[in-house]
């Protein structure tokens, strides 16, 4: 059993940032691979970030309308992954939750890969 913790969230105006942190249960966090997803209002949850670790390299992966404003990061040795986001837009506004996949593999956008989720953390984003 894996439990993840959502903090971070918050208000704020467009074209500020805040900081995601997701911190998780389970001795083999390494081998998790680690996500975080969106839900805004009325829309399903869509796919944000990834990151996976290997002994040889940290890999990152994003959805497009976030690459070069969000970046994932972990700390395997503190159990935790983080989401910098920054240059917030309105539409980023939205519950943000943090996913593990311990299945293997090197990721996935779809919810349904994801073994275990947080509770979420609200962000809005006021224009």
């Known amino acids: 059993q894996v439990q993840l913790v959502e903090s971070g969230g918050g208000l704020v105006q467009a074209g500020g940032s805040l900081r995601l942190s997701c911190a998780a249960s389970?001795?083999?966090?390494?081998?998790?691979?680690m996500g975080w997803f969106r839900q805004a209002p009325g829309k399903e949850r869509e796919f944000v970030a990834a990151?996976?670790?290997?002994?040889?390299?940290?890999?990152?992966y994003y959805e497009d309308s976030v690459k070069g404003r969000f970046t994932i990061s972990r700390d395997n040795a503190k159990n935790m992954v983080w989401l910098q986001m920054n240059s917030l837009k309105p539409e980023d506004t939205a519950v943000y939750y943090c996913?593990?996949?311990?299945?293997?593999?090197?990721?996935?956008?779809?919810?349904?890969?994801?073994?275990?989720w947080g509770q979420g953390t609200q962000v809005t984003v006021s224009s």
């Open positions: 389970g001795r083999t966090f390494s081998m998790y691979v």
């Open positions: 990151v996976r670790w290997s002994r040889f390299t940290t890999t990152s």
């Open positions: 996913a593990a996949s311990i299945s293997g593999g090197t990721y996935s956008t779809q919810v349904s890969w994801y073994d275990y």
